[in-house]
C-alpha cells in the first residue's frame, strides 16, 4: 500500500531558525514527490515538486531514495511560512497521497 | 484565468439523503480529481476523471461517484448520506494529460450531515 508519513502534526519554530519538515514515503515505483500548502483561509497550492529541482519561496527538498525520504527544508523561516504543509507523492495519473500534514508554526 | 470553482460552498444534509457537488476547473484544464477532507482522515483521493472518463478511484464505497462532462465540468453525487460523511470535499484540476501531477485546488464544499 502507498503511504506517506509527516510525523510531526505541529512544528513551532522562531522567527530566523532553521526549518525541517519531515516526510517519509512507502510507495511502488518511482513515484513524483510534492509538498502542498496551505495557509490561513487560503487555498491548498503547490509549493514545489522534486522533479523541478527548484527553490520555491526559500524553501527546498531533496528526494532521498534509499531512505524514501522527502524533507522541506528552509535555512531561515519567517513569519508568512506559517502554514499547514502536505508532502504528497503521486502515482498512477492524478492521484495524489497526502500526508496527515505538519503545522508550521513561526514564534517572532 | 480564473480559479477552481466549486459550489455551493456550504451544504446541510440529513442522513440518508443524497448531494450533488459541481466543479469548474480552469479554462483549459482537463484532469479533474475530487477529494476529501476530515480531521481524521486528512485528505483522501475519491476519484479522477480526464476527457469525461474515469482515470482512478480511491477506496471509497460505490456510494460516491463522480462524472464530468465535455466542457469539462465535473460534478460528484454521495447517495445515501451517512455522518461520517460530513468533510470538507474538495477539487482540483490539472492542465495535462497522465504523469502530470501539479493540481491547482478549489475552496471546497464542506458538506455537513445531521
Known amino acids: 500500500a502507498q503511504r506517506v508519513t509527516q510525523p510531526e502534526k505541529l512544528l513551532s519554530v522562531f522567527k530566523g531558525a532553521p526549518v525541517e519538515l519531515k516526510c517519509n514515503y512507502s510507495?511502488?515505483?518511482?513515484?513524483?514527490l510534492f509538498w502542498y500548502v496551505q495557509y490561513s483561509r487560503q487555498r491548498l497550492q503547490l509549493l514545489l515538486r522534486h522533479i523541478s529541482r527548484e527553490s520555491i519561496k526559500g524553501f527546498t527538498a531533496d528526494l532521498n531514495k534509499g531512505e524514501t525520504s522527502f524533507h522541506l527544508k528552509k535555512p531561515f523561516a519567517q513569519e508568512e511560512d506559517s502554514a499547514m504543509y502536505y508532502c504528497a507523492p503521486g502515482g498512477g495519473g492524478n492521484k495524489l497521497t497526502f500526508g496527515t500534514g505538519t503545522q508550521l508554526k513561526v514564534e517572532l | 484565468k480564473a480559479g477552481v470553482t466549486q459550489t455551493p460552498r456550504y451544504l446541510i444534509k440529513t442522513r440518508g439523503q443524497q448531494v450533488t457537488l459541481s466543479c469548474s476547473p480552469i479554462s483549459g484544464h482537463r484532469s479533474v480529481s475530487w477529494y476529501q477532507q476530515t480531521p481524521g482522515q486528512g485528505l483522501q483521493f475519491l476519484f479522477e476523471y480526464f476527457s469525461e472518463t474515469q482515470r482512478n478511484k480511491g477506496n471509497f464505497p460505490g456510494r460516491f461517484s463522480g462524472r464530468q462532462f465535455s466542457n469539462s465540468r465535473s460534478e460528484m453525487n454521495v447517495s445515501t448520506l451517512e455522518l461520517g460523511d460530513s468533510a470538507l470535499y474538495l477539487c482540483a484540476s490539472s492542465p495535462a494529460g497522465q504523469g502530470s501531477y501539479e493540481q491547482y485546488f478549489g475552496p471546497g464544499t464542506r458538506l455537513t450531515v445531521t
Open positions: 510507495y511502488s515505483g518511482s513515484p513524483e
